[in-house]
């Protein structure tokens, strides 16, 4: 099966613009999962959909970020505007529903705010 | 301090030779999972090990896991080149994952 796919792989933009990251989770995967690691920090987690609908989004940084799960699909996050501190990279995973069962991360996308 | 703390930070080992890494953790968990990453790649799962385990196989991966002491163990047996990557603990007590800085294995040839 095809896994998790991220787009762009890597984006370049400068301080006050638009991005918008994209991801396409395992087929049959209900849960999907965003994670972002800044530079020499740890992957710290976003946010989480069942299906099309917020599980918990209690990592996100601040209302310039904003997610979408359109049909319980595959998902989008828009970063407006981007600052200097939300370059690095950002993970999307997906999953089976139940606790025990492993996420499956994409490559991540690259982000640098220039 | 983070939740999931990886231990040592950096380790440098000849092919042929075991790699042991260790996580600690602070809070109850239902699982933890061990994962590898080769530079510019995304997070490949190795292994999950949930919370009434002790200990787990996979090929050349043997995971332990010490709730008592809030702690897990990945050995690397017979190690290879292949095997240089950075490898991350990963606990969860819900859907998140609290991940730690992970460690970074070199195998030499």
């Known amino acids: 099966e095809a896994g998790v796919t991220q787009f762009p792989s890597h984006s370049v933009i400068e301080k006050g613009q638009t991005v918008t990251l994209r991801c396409d989770p395992i087929?049959?995967?209900?849960?999907l999962y965003w994670y972002r690691r800044v530079m020499g920090k740890e992957i710290k987690f976003l946010l989480h959909?069942?299906?099309?609908?917020?599980?918990?989004e209690s990592g996100m940084p601040n209302n310039r970020f904003l997610a979408e799960r359109t049909g319980g699909t595959y998902s989008t996050l828009k970063v407006q505007p981007a600052e200097l501190e939300d370059s690095g990279v950002y993970f999307c995973?997906?999953?089976?529903?139940?606790?025990?069962?492993?996420?499956?991360f994409g490559d991540g996308t690259r982000l640098s705010i220039l | 301090s983070q939740q999931g703390e990886e231990d040592p930070q950096a380790l440098s080992i000849q092919e042929g030779e075991n790699a042991t890494m260790n996580c600690s953790y602070k809070?109850?968990?239902?699982?933890l999972q061990w994962y590898r990453q080769n530079s510019g790649r995304g997070l490949v799962h190795l292994i999950l090990?949930?919370?009434?385990?002790r200990e787990k196989h996979s090929g050349r991966l043997r995971v332990t896991l010490d709730t008592s002491k809030k702690s897990s163990s990945l050995l690397i047996t017979a190690s290879r080149a292949a095997d240089t990557a950075s490898y991350f603990c990963?606990?969860?007590?819900?859907?998140?994952?609290?991940f730690g800085t992970g460690t970074r294995l070199k195998v030499l040839a």
């Open positions: 809070t109850s968990i239902n699982n």
């Open positions: 959909f069942v299906k099309e609908s917020k599980q918990d």
């Open positions: 995973a997906s999953s089976h529903s139940g606790f025990n069962q492993p996420q499956h």
């Open positions: 090990i949930r919370s009434n385990e």
């Open positions: 087929s049959g995967h209900d849960n």
């Open positions: 990963a606990t969860s007590g819900t859907y998140k994952y609290i």
